[in-house]
């Protein structure tokens, strides 16, 4: 089982500011099988990005993703107040799929 | 504009099942993979199963294998999960999810239901 591990648990930042979300999976997985979601309470999470790095469609360039080996990165180049949330990396290659425990973006 | 509609909540006792439904609209139901997905406080997201209503042969987590079914009716363009024996473990929030890609089981979801939460309680 790849056991994702997302840093940090919480990222407090403000509107404007960059923020820089990790994703280390426990062993060397493809990046094509990886995806980023957004959850925000009460609602169900939205694909933002799959593949490592392709954006869903309706998702802003500010959200972009990149990969190397076991690392993982989501980065929101500048945040909106729409962006305070939490964020889910996915990955899907054998069995089961797994999903990070969440890096909450809280408003600073 | 797909959408997915779930069923409503639930409250089971220990050992039972529960059977949740998600209505498709708006789009091609037979050729998108349906997944289900738990979200508990404990284990945060969780993949139990999907299927390609199309083939109709579900794929399952390996730890759901054996408690859980999931089923697809073309001719309503519904899913279902039907979980057995229920523990308070399995209380969450039970969402449905569609698989971008057409014919493939995978774990890019890009249209998800609303949730629908099951309380397990004596």
């Known amino acids: 089982e790849v056991v994702l591990t997302q840093s940090p648990g919480t990222l407090s930042l403000s509107p404007g500011e960059r923020a820089t979300l990790s994703c280390r999976a426990s062993?060397?997985?493809?990046?094509?099988?990886l995806a980023w979601y957004q959850q925000k309470p009460g609602q169900a999470p939205r694909l933002l990005i799959y593949?490592?790095?392709s954006r869903a469609t309706g998702v802003p360039d500010r959200f972009s993703g990149s990969d190397s080996g076991t690392d993982f990165t989501l980065t929101i180049s500048r945040l909106e107040p729409e962006d305070f949330a939490v964020y889910y990396c996915q990955h899907f290659g054998g069995s089961p799929w797994t999903f990070g425990q969440g890096t909450k973006v809280e408003i600073k | 504009q797909v959408q997915l509609v779930q069923s409503g909540a639930e409250v089971r006792k220990p050992g039972s099942s529960v059977k949740v439904s998600c209505k498709a609209s708006g789009g091609t139901f037979r050729t998108h993979a349906i997944s289900w997905v738990r979200q508990t406080p404990g284990q945060g997201l969780e993949w139990m199963g999907g299927i390609v209503p199309v083939f109709g042969t579900a794929d399952y987590g390996q730890m759901f294998q054996g408690r859980v079914t999931i089923t697809a009716d073309e001719s309503t363009s519904t899913a279902y999960i039907e979980l057995r024996s229920l523990t308070s473990d399995d209380t969450a929030v039970y969402y449905c999810?569609?698989?971008?890609?057409?014919?493939?089981?995978?774990?890019?979801?890009?249209?998800w239901g609303q949730g629908t939460m099951v309380t397990v309680s004596a």
């Open positions: 999810a569609r698989g971008l890609e057409q014919y493939r089981l995978r774990g890019v979801f890009d249209v």
């Open positions: 062993q060397s997985v493809s990046g094509s099988l």
């Open positions: 593949a490592a790095s």
